[in-house]
């Protein structure tokens, strides 16, 4: 399929600027193919980036939140110079300067509701294969050696670690923090079909893939994302006005929480009814006799020792892990906090920046759901769904690193990017109609 025809195929959605159709096509090939194929997905996704740079790259430049990315990207290949191992440092900028060079172009390339709406489509057609062998692990499912060199990630049977559902991904956690999008992205898709009165099997595929993406959570054991999707429950129920449902979250956690930790007799009765592996997971008992070297209270202890010794520039990144093992004799990979990490490795000023530079498109797009009939005028209620799906998934993602960091999964850190950038991209596009209605009235409709 040669260039031309891949804009034209009817399942590749047009972009509103012509001259972009080229890298919105490719974009929407490469993120469909993207987590079951990284090598050719990540290709596609580079030479989307490249088209999108070439035909707008003054646009991009002059993003105001380019130039606060270029200066903490400056300020990172600083801590670099500084770092107790400066060669795992600037290793480490690896995962965070072409994510900053990813999130500014894409927010030129993703800027409509239209656009959101198609992608959340695109990323739910894939994740019904990662769910379908995140399941099939646990039954024996396994890929051979040969396939795991071409598709360059391999399935475990019996999942990774052992019981717990991992599918493509390297370990069972990065599983989770994608279903946490994968379900957010359904939920929103699913209002919007409602609203839209759309066809009633595409309902039904989002409400399977939903239950399914459910089934798969609970079996990836991951204790954060189970706290992480109830309030993902909770608030698009309070979105939807949907009040019995959020007293049914309610009854499902309170029960949970009093069977892993509630009073006795109460807590002996609940256990009759919560299965063992969910309470038994919340109170470790699944997992006992852990090393003290491997609890998060441990890890970030020692990472805020770490900031406070030099609060500045930090210890640089990918640095935590070799000093951890130093003091404790036990091989880590990240403290599980992503802010922990960021402070101790980058220094407390780096990390400020960051979480500013994250904070500001997401108050922009708080700022516009709150007050719809103002900056969203031009979009209807389905639209509106759908761009709060996207808020609250990367709301669920950054809550699972504070307890975890996704970043080290090439695939999961491009996801939290994307996501980010879509918000930020509506949001520049939101702005430049409210700026075009001024000088136009009435053209905001």
Not at 334 to 343: C, D, E, V, Y
């Amino acid at each position: 399929m040669n260039a031309l025809s891949l804009t034209k195929s009817p399942l590749i959605q047009r972009h509103s600027d012509p001259s972009l159709n080229l890298a919105w096509a490719t974009a929407q090939v490469g993120l469909f193919v993207f987590f079951l194929w990284p090598a050719p997905g990540g290709v596609l996704l580079g030479f989307s980036l490249l088209a999108t740079w070439w035909r707008h790259l003054g646009r991009i430049v002059r993003q105001p939140m380019m130039w606060g990315w270029l200066g903490l990207g400056l300020w990172l290949a600083l801590t670099c110079i500084t770092a107790y191992r400066p060669v795992d440092a600037w290793l480490g900028l690896a995962n965070f300067l072409p994510f900053f060079i990813f999130f500014a172009t894409y927010s030129r390339l993703l800027q409509t509701a239209a656009q959101l709406r198609h992608l959340a489509w695109i990323l739910a057609a894939g994740g019904v294969v990662v769910v379908a062998l995140g399941l099939g692990q646990l039954v024996g499912l396994s890929t051979s050696e040969t396939m795991t060199q071409i598709l360059g990630w391999r399935l475990h049977a019996g999942g990774n670690p052992v019981t717990r559902a991992a599918s493509v991904f390297m370990y069972a956690n990065i599983l989770a923090a994608y279903l946490l999008v994968l379900i957010s992205l359904c939920v929103g898709l699913l209002i919007d079909e409602r609203r839209r009165g759309g066809h009633r099997g595409r309902q039904i595929f989002l409400g399977v893939l939903l239950f399914f993406g459910v089934v798969t959570l609970l079996l990836t054991s991951s204790r954060n994302a189970w706290a992480i999707a109830l309030l993902e429950a909770i608030v698009f129920s309070v979105y939807c006005g949907w009040r019995w449902v959020v007293g049914v979250v309610g009854a499902i956690g309170g029960a949970v929480g009093l069977a892993a930790f509630g009073p006795l007799p109460l807590r002996t009765w609940l256990r009759w009814i919560v299965p063992v592996f969910v309470w038994g997971r919340l109170t470790d008992q699944s997992f006992p006799n852990r090393p003290s070297a491997t609890l998060r209270s441990t890890q970030w202890l020692f990472a805020r020792q770490l900031t406070a010794e030099r609060p500045w520039l930090g210890w640089g990144l990918r640095n935590f892990t070799p000093l951890y093992e130093a003091k404790t004799g036990f091989w880590l990979g990240h403290p599980h906090n992503l802010l922990l990490m960021l402070s101790a490795e980058t220094g407390i000023p780096a990390t400020l920046a960051f979480c500013a530079l994250v904070a500001w498109p997401l108050a922009q797009v708080g700022r516009y759901l709150l007050a719809p009939e103002h900056w969203l005028s031009n979009l209807d209620g389905g639209d509106r769904a759908v761009l709060f799906a996207y808020g609250v998934g990367f709301g669920a993602i950054a809550l699972f690193n504070l307890l975890d960091v996704t970043l080290f999964d090439l695939r999961m850190n491009l996801v939290g990017w994307l996501l980010l950038a879509c918000l930020n991209g509506l949001v520049l596009r939101q702005r430049a109609i409210a700026r075009d209605s001024l000088e136009t009235p009435g053209s905001l409709k």
